[in-house]
């Protein structure tokens, strides 16, 4: 399944299958190299295991945006957390592991909607853009909805102090565990904990299902600019009905128009500066030099493949059989990166 989910993708916050290797009994997949580490790891490192407002709203930014894909296609994810977001070379998140996800029909469908939006003169290109706005001007905006609103599943997998109550109760799930998941990870990444964590898996599990209300961490005497907006997203989120939780129903449409995240420019966030935060790793090379190093690799793929090939070796075989002849041909024979690299 998770090699079948690999090959629909195309997005800059996903990762792309460029070969399939069967070997013996294991399964290789070849996808993009992310340098930077995974973002539970930098969590961890930022002082109280939080990170800035700035950079909360960041990454739940360019994870939103990819669970939107991943919706658009029917792909229920099931596994959102830190510790599946990798950081690419340029400081962009992207989501791997997608062993735990399972499909579903979903039906398109595009809206023009007259709608406040806040207003800002700021340049997009730097952090700035997510720090709060002021003013607001009415516009007609198109909205496109293509949710799995009809997705179902009765089997309990995932990360337990991710679940969502219905698939704990196991009385059966949709799309909507993976907006419950979303606000967990937007909770982590301010507080550095999980909202409903116990002393034990079970504890955590029973907090999970009980009918009591998620609690923030006492606030500090001045909170930050945005916190407000922040909570109220997470509530939202963590409504234990998925029928009335944010986002079930038009999915990451009503999630986008909230007031934290005030200020994007949707459109453009791939070209948004990453945030400055400690243990990051700030990279000045531009999308071109990754493309060539990108290339170097096929290259040498390339060349191995012909050695082997010579020697008549099963593993040239076998790799010549499974590997995407669409990128590999971009990268090696046409001499230039495929759209979207």
Not at 72 to 91: Q, S, T, V
Request: charged share 25%; glycine share 8%.
């Amino acid at each position: 399944m998770e090699a079948e989910i690999l090959s629909m993708l195309d997005h800059p916050f996903l990762p792309t299958l460029y070969a399939r290797i069967e070997a013996s009994h294991y399964t290789c997949l070849l996808i993009d190299f992310c340098p930077n580490g995974d973002l539970h790891s930098l969590l961890r490192k930022q002082p109280g295991n939080r990170f800035p407002l700035a950079a909360v709203r960041f990454f739940a930014a360019e994870v939103l945006v990819a669970l939107e894909y991943l919706h658009a296609l029917g792909i229920i994810y099931r596994d959102l957390k830190p510790e599946n977001i990798l950081l690419r070379e340029d400081g962009h998140i992207m989501l791997s592991d997608f062993d735990l996800c399972f499909k579903a029909d979903v039906v398109p469908t595009c809206k023009f909607l007259r709608r406040k939006s806040r207003n800002s003169k700021r340049n997009c290109f730097n952090a700035g853009c997510f720090a709060p706005v002021a003013g607001s001007v009415e516009e007609v905006l198109p909205e496109f909805v293509a949710e799995p609103v009809t997705a179902f599943s009765r089997s309990c997998v995932g990360t337990h102090e991710y679940l969502a109550p219905e698939l704990v109760s196991g009385s059966g799930h949709g799309n909507g565990v993976d907006w419950w998941a979303f606000g967990v990870f937007v909770y982590e990444l301010l507080y550095g904990t999980t909202p409903f964590k116990g002393g034990s898996k079970e504890n955590t599990l029973r907090n999970i299902a009980s009918s009591r209300k998620m609690r923030f961490p006492d606030a500090a005497e001045v909170e930050e600019a945005g916190i407000a907006e922040a909570k109220d997203l997470i509530e939202k989120l963590l409504v234990k009905d998925p029928r009335r939780r944010l986002g079930c129903t038009k999915g990451a449409q009503d999630i986008k128009q909230h007031p934290f995240f005030d200020g994007i420019k949707w459109p453009l966030i791939r070209h948004y500066k990453p945030p400055e935060v400690v243990g990051g790793v700030a990279r000045k090379r531009g999308h071109v030099g990754h493309v060539k190093r990108r290339r170097w690799f096929w290259k040498g793929l390339d060349c191995l493949m012909i050695r082997n090939r010579n020697k008549g070796s099963l593993s040239y075989r076998l790799l010549r059989s499974n590997i995407n002849a669409n990128n590999y041909y971009d990268y090696v024979h046409n001499n230039k990166p495929r759209k979207n690299a």
